[in-house]
Structure formats: structure tokens, C-alpha cells
């Protein structure tokens, strides 16, 4: 029982640790998209002044793009960034009221901020979003990947630049730098990969790679591939399969066999 309890306690302090290591690198995500987001009207804004809890505010701004502020009034910040918003508040507050203030700004929600998902996702258009988000959050809301969905995800924000990211390396292998944050009004663009195929080669009139579709046969394919010719051994139709990294032979199998993809359907010559 003893060892079996410090199997346990080990356990829960790895994954501590994964979490507060986890928490580390979203940490600067989150601080990106609260430093480089554009304020905008019916924005809600969190503003904090360190050391004066009291000063705490959230607050929408208006269609001006003004909010009220406590001791200084009014100040516009609609059309400028939040750490610029930051230091205005600051400068502000400096002028008589507090020694060197230090002002935090926070987006609590976004007003319709719209980001067009495009490509092979499983509902692309015009995803809204209400709040601080990821590309693998936009990911999830537009349905995630569809399977025929390529290798790399292009990013072209507002004012024209352009980010790509792996998709690899942002899904399968986790990578946190490539999960970048989203403020609204991007496109975000799935490259198409190549279309799912399967093979047909000897005594067909055109041999080659036709398109796979679910639950396609044999005798599609060979239509695809425009019959038999005379020689073919219509009864000793071979599939080559791969399974688990290794190669299957299929032999005799019927016109109505489903065929996978990659699968090479092989027609031999008839001897008589």
C-alpha cells in the first residue's frame, strides 16, 4: 500500500508541474493578444492600476470610442492598441493624481469581431468571436479540420500580414508558439491536400490513380478506367493492400470488394 501511494503521489506532481509548465508558455499568448489588440466601439474593457484596487474599472466603450475613467474622466482609446490605450491612462493619471502608475488593460469581450475561416474546414465562413481567442479555438468553431485538409494554415490579418503555421506541428505535435492568437478581422486559410486516391494497373484500357470516394468497389474503378481490355483475367483480380506498414495481397476478389484508399487494384493477363 506504501508503494502504491508514492506511485500515486509522484504521478500528481508530475502533472503539476505539466500544468504550471503549460500555464508558462500560454502565459505570453495571452499577454500578446492584450498588447497588440485594436480597441474598438462595444469593446469591454478591464482596467487595472497597480497597487490601487479601488481603481479597478470594466467598462464598454461607447460608439465614440470614449470611456470614463475614474479621476481623469473621459479619454478616447477607440482605434489605438491597448498598450497604447495603456500609457494614455497612465500619462493621465501621472498628471497630478498617482506617482508612476502602472495601468493593465484586459479585453473582456469583443463586439462581433468576425475572423472568415476558409478551406477544407468542417463549417467555414464568417466565425464570430466574443472574446480572446486562439487559432486552435477558431479551429473548434468553425468545426476543425476537414479530412481532406492540408499541411499549413495561412493567417492574414487586417493589415495585410501574413503568418503560416504548421498544421503538424500545431495539432499533432502541440506546439504552443503555433497556436497564435486571434484578434478578429483575419483570414484564416486551410491549404487543400492531395485528393485520396487508389490504382487500377494491367489489362484495363487506361491503368492508373482514379479518385477514392467511401465504399468505392472494384468495379468502379474499373469503369473509371474504362473496362477491361480483351486479355483481362476478369476471375484473378489481385488487390495490394498496406496494412500497419506492411504489405497484403488480396487475391481472386469480387467485383463488388470495397477498395481503400491507396489500394492497387492489379488485373492480370488471361492465358487463354
Keep these: 500500500m506504501k508503494t502504491v501511494y508514492s506511485l500515486f503521489t509522484v504521478e500528481l506532481l508530475r502533472r503539476v508541474f505539466l500544468l504550471l509548465l503549460l500555464c508558462h508558455f ?54 489605438i492598441k491597448t498598450s497604447e490605450a495603456a500609457k494614455k491612462i497612465e500619462t493621465l493619471l501621472a498628471d497630478g ?21 476558409l478551406g477544407p ?21 468553425a468545426g476543425g479540420l476537414s479530412k481532406d485538409a492540408g499541411d ?7 493589415n495585410g500580414k501574413i503568418v503560416t503555421v504548421d498544421v503538424t506541428k500545431l495539432i499533432k505535435d502541440g506546439e504552443a508558439t503555433s497556436n497564435i492568437p486571434i484578434l ?38 474499373v469503369s473509371l478506367a474504362s473496362g477491361f481490355t480483351g486479355m483481362a483475367a476478369e476471375s484473378r483480380i489481385k488487390i ?3 496494412v500497419n506498414g506492411k ?13 481503400l484508399q491507396d489500394d492497387v487494384i492489379e488485373v492480370p493477363e488471361s492465358f487463354f
Excluded at 51 to 68: A, F, M, P
Excluded at 97 to 117: G, L
Excluded at 247 to 257: A, G, I, R, Y
Aim: aromatic share 8%.
Design 26 to 79: 500560454i502565459q505570453p499568448t495571452l499577454s500578446a493578444v492584450a498588447e497588440d489588440y485594436q480597441i474598438g466601439s462595444g469593446d469591454v474593457l478591464s482596467i487595472a492600476v497597480y497597487g490601487y484596487d479601488e481603481l479597478k474599472t470594466k467598462v464598454r466603450v461607447t460608439e465614440s470610442g470614449s470611456i470614463d475613467f475614474p479621476l481623469i474622466g473621459t479619454v478616447q482609446v477607440g482605434g
Design 97 to 117: 493624481y498617482i506617482v508612476n502608475p502602472q495601468v493593465q488593460i484586459y479585453i473582456e469581450e469583443f463586439k462581433s469581431k468576425k475572423v472568415a475561416a
Design 121 to 141: 474546414f468542417n463549417r467555414p465562413g464568417l466565425i464570430e468571436l466574443s472574446g480572446p481567442t486562439t487559432l486552435l479555438e477558431l479551429i473548434s468553431k
Design 152 to 158: 499549413t494554415i495561412t493567417i492574414t490579418s487586417e
Design 184 to 221: 478578429g478581422g483575419e483570414t484564416v486559410a486551410v491549404s487543400k491536400g492531395e485528393p485520396p486516391v487508389c490504382y487500377i494497373t494491367g489489362q484495363v484500357k487506361r491503368p492508373g490513380a482514379y479518385p477514392w470516394i467511401e465504399n468505392i468497389t472494384v468495379l468502379k474503378v
Design 240 to 242: 495490394n493492400r498496406v
Design 247 to 259: 504489405k497484403t495481397v488480396l487475391d481472386n476478389v469480387e467485383m463488388d470488394t470495397k477498395v
